[in-house]
């Protein structure tokens, strides 16, 4: 995965602009009692690489124990804090 110039540190932020998320191998997947699926870090700085709707990139990297919760009508939950990098 490639790094651009324009990085930011985030706190908990969402979207419904991703179109689809590839995950490094430092994840593992939970679906929750109420139908949510959470994507949980299990190293420090875990990756996954998002292209959202408009076909913009991003790499969005998280501590351990970072999450990544998917919900109905495809909304994305970012836990905090977690580094973006526009690709």
């Known amino acids: 995965m490639k790094k651009s110039n324009s990085t930011s540190l985030t706190n908990q932020t969402f979207s419904n602009r991703v179109e689809r998320a590839e ?23 875990s990756q996954m690489e998002v292209l959202l709707n408009d076909g913009s990139s991003r790499l969005v990297i998280f501590p351990k124990r970072g999450t ?20």
Do not use: M, Q
């Not at 998917?70 to 690709?87: A, D, Q, R």
């Open 23 to 45: 995950f490094d191998d430092n994840w593992k997947t939970i679906i929750s009692p109420t139908g949510y699926v959470i994507y949980v870090a299990l190293a420090e700085r």
């Open 68 to 87: 990544v919760t998917v919900g109905g009508g495809g909304t994305t939950h970012f836990s905090k804090p977690h580094e973006t990098i526009i690709l």
